[in-house]
């Protein structure tokens, strides 16, 4: 490999998009005095970022030229929220999006863009269509049942 290539090829590996850290599961903004029980776990992934929670918004602080993009996991209290999302991969990136999501308690939720294979530039305007939906993770776990017989009383 010529010499001349070598800055080149290490500036393009800082600047290629990848997606290779997941943070540890923090409880989102507004909804730190859930119940532990009661918690959902949202996953960001495939390049969709979220932004805000019912309108409560994330303060994100990116790093500036870093060679990768970080996905967040929130915690969230169960029930029907409103999910304000957005998709960055590189130059393509969207306007915010919203979804109505219904969570259970103790599942794990995560994102599928679902961009479309083609996209169109002109100049620094980029166009493009994706179709996000938000995926439960969570296995199938049998449901848990009371006892049906109530302990002996000791004597």
């Known amino acids: 490999m010529s010499r001349a290539l070598l800055p080149l090829l290490l500036l393009t590996t800082l600047l290629l998009p990848a997606c290779t850290d997941i943070g540890p599961p923090e409880r989102f903004p507004g909804f730190e005095s859930a119940a532990p029980d009661s918690l959902a776990t ?13 309108g409560n918004r994330l303060d994100r602080r990116s790093p500036i030229f870093s060679a990768s993009y970080t996905y967040l996991q929130f915690q969230l209290p169960a029930g029907t929220h409103q999910l304000t999302i957005y998709y960055e991969c590189g130059e393509l990136s969207s306007f915010d999006v919203t979804l109505p999501a219904t969570l259970q308690p103790g599942h794990t939720y995560s994102f599928k863009s679902n961009p479309d294979k083609f996209h169109m530039s002109f ?18 776990q049998p449901a848990s049942t009371p006892p049906t017989t109530t302990p002996a009383a000791a004597d």
């Open 123 to 140: 100049a620094t305007l980029t166009t493009s269509q994706w179709h996000p939906a938000l995926i439960e993770d969570t296995p199938n």
């Open 42 to 54: 949202i996953r960001e992934s495939d390049f969709v970022f979220l932004k805000a929670v019912d």
